[in-house]
């Protein structure tokens, strides 16, 4: 499971039923169980997706034995996902997870 920052004010766009619209759009079907939405696109087996208004929580299943034209498309539609869904492009989620990673492991008390 990963987590990816939202961009201020954009939790509020996906809450509820709209999280849900916009995985369909991006990635063609979309689905809620258990307060979560769940879809499969190319080499994504089952991708589970949740926010709790800061943050896009997303868990995903993947087949590796698909063909390198379905990776390309699956790759690219995950991209479009996350950036319509967190409101940053893939550059600025790189320099968010750089910064994480410079700052090192996060205390727990």
Do not use: C, H
């Not at 991006?26 to 169980?33: K, Q, V, Y």
């Not at 996902?81 to 996060?106: C, H, I, M, N, V």
């Amino acid at each position: 499971m990963r987590s990816y920052d939202l961009r201020r004010g954009w939790g509020k766009r996906i809450e509820g039923e709209n999280l849900r619209a916009v995985t369909a759009e991006t990635l063609g079907s979309a689905d809620i169980r258990n307060g979560k939405v769940v879809a499969s696109f190319g080499a994504i087996t089952r991708l589970t997706a949740w926010t709790d208004g800061k943050s896009l929580f997303v868990d995903t299943e993947m087949d590796a034995g698909v063909p390198d034209d379905v990776a390309r498309k699956t790759i690219s539609a995950f991209n479009r996902f996350l950036e319509a869904a967190t409101g940053y492009a893939s550059k600025d989620r790189k320099k968010q997870a750089e910064k994480r990673a410079r700052a090192g492991p996060a205390e727990t008390p």
